[in-house]
């Protein structure tokens, strides 16, 4: 069976994170998704909200499921089996940065990590800027699925009403 890993951060899941999955999905036996747990990061959302969003828009997918890691993702690899990371790139800058993690990756477990260009309608897409826009009131709509637009918004404006997290 062929197994894969999509790793990353999820905060949120948008649009090009799908893609990438779904794209992995068509590739893989089984795809995990893995959402990185580092304690000393500032998310928006926690583990548990990240993991439950990921699921429910995963959910077309038979073939993928959701966990949690926090540490090496090669040991989260070598702990399940799992052989191969799939990884989007947006751009050259990413490639620079992921060309060294898979390198490193491979130097610490037996994995190889496969590259997946992103489609170009999400070429400009990242968590960061999604969270950065919605604050300011921009539209993201389009750039998440609608379940976790409604959840970024709340999160946003109970965050706004508590002066902030």
């Given at each position: 069976m062929r197994r894969a890993v999509c790793p990353g951060s999820f905060d949120p899941v948008t649009n090009?994170?799908?893609?990438?999955?779904?794209?992995?999905s068509g590739l893989f036996d089984e795809v995990v998704v893995a959402v990185g747990v580092n304690k000393s990061k500032n998310r928006l959302?926690?583990?548990?909200?990240r993991i439950a969003m990921l699921?429910?828009?995963c959910g077309d997918f038979p073939n993928v499921t959701v966990d949690s890691f926090d540490g090496l993702l090669t040991?989260?690899?070598?702990?399940?089996?799992?052989h191969a990371i799939v990884k989007g790139l947006r751009a050259v800058s990413?490639?620079?940065?992921?060309?060294?993690?898979a390198q490193m990756n491979a130097s610490l477990a037996d994995v190889e990590t496969v590259f997946v260009p992103t489609s170009p309608e999400y070429s400009f897409l990242a968590s960061s800027l999604v969270k950065e826009v919605a604050t300011f009131g921009g539209d993201v709509s389009g750039l998440v699925p609608p379940m976790?637009?409604?959840?970024?918004?709340?999160?946003l404006a109970e965050n706004a009403g508590s002066?902030?997290?």
């Open positions: 090009g994170h799908l893609d990438i999955i779904s794209r992995a959302f926690s583990p548990e909200e699921r429910e828009v040991t989260f690899c070598a702990e399940r089996g799992i990413d490639f620079d940065y992921e060309l060294q993690m976790v637009h409604e959840r970024l918004l709340q999160r002066g902030g997290r």
